[in-house]
């Protein structure tokens, strides 16, 4: 019986002792924090560069608008929007119902100054002939000197030129008729692609209004207004990056072609001109908005870590950085150019040194990181 009773008591010993032990492990495991994922960067040595934006509009490196020279109702458009021309292609006619009439009026009237020449000539030759005949007779005393000075004048009149010149002014009335003709036939004035239409068939065009605009976009421009403060950064000749969200997210390269040495009165800004390639598949268009990236402030070999890392606190930019003990250590840093990826570090870090960039928006310095990206301190 007492053997009995000692055992339920070392039994119940037990239990507590495992109660007891239990408690304690769990009381280990709520002490220790979960450990919060982190990725991280080092403070590396590298080149930045401050670029500014600024909007603009794409062109074609050569774009003109169609001025008819006649003005008149529209009859017919050959071209649609987008289509390739070459230089001289008709791409609409006007009304030339008139100017046919006007032609065909034209061309009889040359016809009959052409007779009325003819007919002149020959009555030149007869009054030629009998100015010879008479003169001989005169010389001969057998016609007064009268009769000759008559028939000299009569061939003097018809020897004027007056029937020719008839003719050349009918001519030339048939001439212009003839190139009003070919005004109601609208030609592109260069090779490239029909970018607007402005009439349709039953207007009415007018020489002082553009009926098209053609533009030869395998070469383009953009024109960006750059305030005071950039432009004495850039200078023909610098490659900028071009954005055109239309087409992509990718970057297109392009040349400062020139730069305005004149402010424009009204924005006070300078204007630049950018000249860049189309794409693949020619796909920017004229009239498409561009952003251009100008690098107006560079510094090279400074020490610098990804924007991402930085908090604001405080009115003050903090980073943690990852100390011996593989935990985080709030610093406080001061800041210089930014390319919008990179920024210089002026003071607070030092080349080498591994500071957080992921996750540093869930830590403190309590924090238990696991370092995904496997960087250790340094």
């Known amino acids: 019986m007492k053997i009995g009773r000692r055992s339920i008591m070392a039994g119940l010993a037990a239990m507590l002792l495992l109660v007891g032990l239990s408690g304690c492990s769990q009381e280990s495991q709520a002490e220790e924090p979960d450990a919060i994922n982190v990725e991280t960067a080092v403070v590396t040595t590298m080149d930045i560069t401050k670029y500014s934006s600024y909007s603009g509009k794409v062109e074609g490196s050569l774009e003109e608008s169609v001025m008819p020279r006649m003005s008149g109702r529209v009859t017919s458009i050959e071209v649609s929007e987008g289509q390739i021309v070459q230089e001289g292609q008709i791409i609409m006619y006007i009304d030339s119902g008139k100017i046919e009439t006007s ?16 007919a002149n000539e020959v009555r030149r030759q007869t009054a030629k002939a009998n100015c ?14 009268q009769s000759l000075e008559a028939a000299l004048a009569e061939y003097n009149i018809l020897n004027s030129g007056a029937a020719e010149a008839g003719v050349a002014q009918a001519q030339a009335a048939l001439t212009m008729a003839r190139e009003s003709l070919d005004d109601c036939a609208v030609a592109s004035p260069l090779t490239g692609t029909v970018g607007r239409i402005n009439v349709a068939v039953g207007d009415t065009a007018g020489v002082q209004s ?9 070469a383009l421009n953009v024109e960006v207004k750059v305030s005071q403060s950039d432009v004495l950064s850039v200078k023909p000749g610098d490659a900028v990056d071009v954005l ?39 796909q920017i268009k004229s009239g498409m908005f561009a952003e251009v990236l100008l690098g107006t402030q560079s510094r090279s070999g400074v020490a610098a870590i990804p924007m991402e890392a930085i908090l604001p606190q405080n009115g003050e930019n903090i980073v943690y950085v990852v100390n011996d003990d593989a935990r985080a250590q709030a610093v406080i840093i001061q800041t210089g150019l930014n390319d919008g990826v990179y920024v210089e570090v002026t003071d607070g870090l030092q080349t080498g040194q591994r500071i957080v960039t992921k996750g540093n928006t869930l830590i403190d310095e ?3 990181m696991n370092i995904v990206d496997g960087g250790t301190a340094q």
């Open 132 to 145: 010879d005949r008479l003169q001989e007779l005169f010389n001969a005393g057998a016609v007064s000197a």
């Open 103 to 118: 032609v065909r009026q034209a061309e009889a009237a040359v016809a009959s100054a052409r007779a009325a020449s003819d």
């Open 366 to 368: 309590s924090s238990v």
């Open 210 to 218: 553009p009926v098209a605009v053609i533009n030869d976009t395998a």
């Open 244 to 282: 055109i969200s239309a087409v992509g997210d990718e970057p297109i390269g392009g040349v400062i072609e020139s730069v305005a040495a004149i402010a424009d009165p009204l924005t006070r800004a300078y204007p630049v001109k950018v000249s860049l390639p189309n794409n693949p598949g020619a």
